[in-house]
C-alpha cells in the first residue's frame, strides 16, 4: 500500500453514475404508492400514465423531438439493438435494402447486433475504418453509401477513448442521400448539448445510468415517419414499438436526470476538461512509455484514456483499487476478456500497447485533490505490475 486511504476514490464514470438526490426524489413515489400500472385503466392506472407522459415530454423537450418520437426500453443496449433491428426488418418486410454501415469503434451493443444481422439474417454491412484517434471519416461515409443502404449507425462519443465523431456531418451526408441514421449517444448527455434535428439523426439511444438517473432505463428516440418493425412482440406499450410494462419510476428519473444534465451541463463541463486535462499532462510526464488513447481535443469533457507499455490493464486496475482508485481498462462490458480491445486495434495500436489500457472517467464529485492523489500513486503502480510481468 502506497497511501492509507479512507474512501475509495471513484474515477469510472463512463461505466455508470450515482443517481442524483433530484432524480432519486422524483423516482420514489413511483416505488412506493404511485405504483399503478400505466396501461391501467383506473386512478392508479391513470396517475402512472401521467407520470409517464410528463416524463416523455420531459425528454422530448431536452431533445428537441416530439413526445410521441419517445420509446422508453430496459437499457442503453436495448435502445440500439431496437433501432438497428427494428429499422432492418422494416427494410426486409418493403424489401426495400440489404445494407448497413457502422464504424469499427462501436460498442458491442451496436457491433454485435449488426454482425448478428449480418450472419443470420443475411444483411450485408459494411464497418468503416477509424484513424489513429478513432474518428470516421465522413467521406468514408459518402464512399460507403450505396443504393440498397439502408441505415447508418455511428456513435456520437466513445465510451473506451472518449472521441467525438461527425455525427451532425455524417447525418448530414445520409439524409442527402435518404437514408436513415442511427447513432449510439449513450456516453453524450451529461456533456454534450443533444438536440436530435442538429444532429441530423432519425434514431438516437440513451441510458439514464450514464448521466446520475437510474440503471435499466434506456431511451430510443425515432423520428416520426421512420419504417420500424417492433424487434421484440407482446402488448401495444410504447405504440407497439417496445411491448413490455414500462418502468414508470424508471423513466420519471431518466427525464430528470436528462432535464438536470442538460441544464447543469454548462456549469460542469469546463471544469471537468480542465482536471481531465490535468490528468492527461500529469500521466504523460510521469509515466514513461505511456500514450493518450482517443483525440486529445475532440473527446468527452470528463474522459481520459492511455495505453502503456509492458503491463496488462487489469493487472494496473486491481493494482490502482488496491490503492483506493476504481478505475476501467476500456469498456466495462468486456473487462474479464484478457483480449485486446478491438476498438484499440482499429485504432492502430499492437496488441502489445493495446493490453496495457486504462480508462479514467471523471463525474460531478471529482476534485482536483482526487486527481493529484491519482497521479502520485499511478507511477509506483505502473512500475510494480511492469515488473511483475517481466517476472513472470
Ligand atoms: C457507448 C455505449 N453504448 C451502449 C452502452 C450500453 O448501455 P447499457 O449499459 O445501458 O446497456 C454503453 C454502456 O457502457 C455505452 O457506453
Redesign the pocket.
Known amino acids: 500500500m502506497l497511501l492509507v486511504r479512507r474512501d475509495p476514490v471513484y474515477l469510472d464514470y463512463?461505466?455508470t453514475t450515482p443517481i442524483a438526490e433530484k432524480v432519486l426524489a422524483a423516482m420514489l413515489p413511483y416505488l412506493s404508492e404511485r405504483f399503478g400500472n400505466a396501461s391501467s385503466l383506473h386512478t392508479f392506472g391513470r396517475r402512472a400514465a401521467a407520470a409517464l407522459d410528463e416524463a416523455r415530454t420531459t425528454l422530448a423537450c431536452a431533445l428537441g423531438a416530439r413526445s410521441g418520437e419517445i420509446v422508453f426500453t430496459a437499457?442503453?443496449?436495448?435502445a440500439?439493438n431496437l433501432a438497428l433491428r427494428g429499422v432492418a426488418f422494416a427494410a426486409r418486410r418493403q424489401g426495400k435494402g440489404n445494407h448497413l454501415i457502422t464504424s469499427a469503434v462501436e460498442?458491442q451493443?451496436?457491433a454485435a447486433t449488426v454482425a448478428q444481422l449480418r450472419d443470420w439474417f443475411g444483411f450485408e454491412v459494411t464497418v468503416l475504418p477509424v484513424d489513429r484517434f478513432g474518428r470516421v471519416d465522413p467521406d468514408d461515409v459518402r464512399r460507403a453509401l450505396r443504393q440498397d443502404t439502408v441505415l447508418v449507425s455511428v456513435?456520437l462519443?466513445?465510451?473506451e477513448v472518449g472521441t467525438l465523431q461527425p455525427v451532425r456531418e455524417i447525418g448530414a451526408l445520409c439524409r442527402e442521400r435518404g437514408v436513415l441514421f442511427h447513432t449510439?449517444a449513450?456516453?453524450a448527455p451529461a456533456y454534450l448539448p443533444l438536440d436530435v434535428n442538429a444532429l441530423n439523426v432519425d434514431l438516437l439511444?440513451i441510458?439514464a445510468?450514464?448521466f446520475y438517473g437510474p440503471k435499466g432505463v434506456?431511451v430510443l428516440y425515432i423520428r416520426e415517419g421512420t419504417p420500424y418493425m417492433p424487434p421484440i412482440t407482446g402488448g401495444g406499450h410504447e405504440r407497439g414499438r417496445r411491448p413490455g410494462t414500462v418502468n414508470v419510476a424508471g423513466a420519471v428519473g431518466a427525464a430528470v436526470a436528462l432535464r438536470e444534465a442538460q441544464r447543469e451541463q454548462e456549469l460542469h463541463v469546463a471544469r471537468l476538461a480542465r482536471l481531465r486535462d490535468r490528468l492527461i499532462a500529469g500521466v504523460l510526464a510521469r509515466v514513461p512509455e505511456a500514450q493518450l488513447t482517443g483525440h486529445p481535443t475532440q473527446r468527452l469533457a470528463n474522459h481520459a484514456s492511455f495505453v502503456f507499455r509492458g503491463i496488462d490493464g487489469e493487472s494496473l486496475l486491481m493494482a490502482l483499487d488496491v490503492e483506493g482508485f476504481a478505475v476501467s481498462t476500456g469498456?466495462?462490458?468486456s473487462s474479464g476478456s484478457p483480449e485486446p480491445s478491438p476498438v484499440l486495434l482499429a485504432m492502430g495500436f499492437s496488441p502489445e500497447w493495446a493490453l496495457g489500457s486504462l480508462r479514467v472517467t471523471l463525474g460531478y464529485p471529482t476534485t482536483e485533490a482526487d486527481i493529484d492523489a491519482f497521479l502520485d500513486v499511478l507511477p509506483t503502480c505502473i512500475s510494480r505490475v511492469r515488473l511483475a510481468l517481466a517476472e513472470a
Open positions: 463512463a461505466a437499457s442503453g443496449t436495448e440500439n460498442h451493443a451496436v456513435m462519443a466513445n465510451n449510439d449513450v456516453q439511444s441510458a445510468h450514464k434506456g469498456s466495462a462490458c
